[in-house]
Nanobody
Framework: QVQLQESGPGLVKPSQTLSVTCTAS??????????LNWIRQPPGKGLEWIGV???????YYSPSLKGRADISRDTSKPQLTLTLNSVIPEDTAVYYC??????????WGQGALVTVSS
């Protein structure tokens, strides 16, 4: 059973860069065609999809982030990183990584709260 755990900075100042890491354990992410997504939830709001990285390394992002997001992976260990630059207070959210298999989310991380504030 794959488990996901996010870790982040907690507090980031406006205009700076936010980085959140997702570490997988307990199994293969790519088994059964699995791939990882980043999703966030601002306080009091719904879930917002940020982007995805496939086993090939291909990435796709939500247009709403206007090119500010980047997803990278460390091939030496089961870890990927979401980077969001030029952050604004509206980027305050709980950031989740989620494993998708066969068209549905099978595993969620516990989430990492990141607050953007001066």
């Amino acid at each position: 059973q794959v488990q996901l755990q996010e870790s982040g900075p907690g507090l980031v100042k406006p205009s700076q860069t936010l980085s959140v890491t997702c570490t997988a354990s307990g199994g293969s992410i790519t088994a059964y065609g699995g791939y990882l997504n980043w999703i966030r939830q601002p306080p009091g709001k719904g879930l917002e999809w940020i982007g995805v990285i496939y086993s090939t390394g291909s990435t796709y992002y939500s247009p709403s982030l206007k090119g500010r997001a980047d997803i990278s992976r460390d091939t030496s260990k089961p870890q990927l990183t979401l980077t969001l630059n030029s952050v604004i207070p509206e980027d305050t959210a709980v950031y989740y990584c989620a494993l998708v298999r066969q068209g549905r989310i099978e595993v969620w991380g516990q989430g990492a709260l990141v607050t953007v504030s001066s």
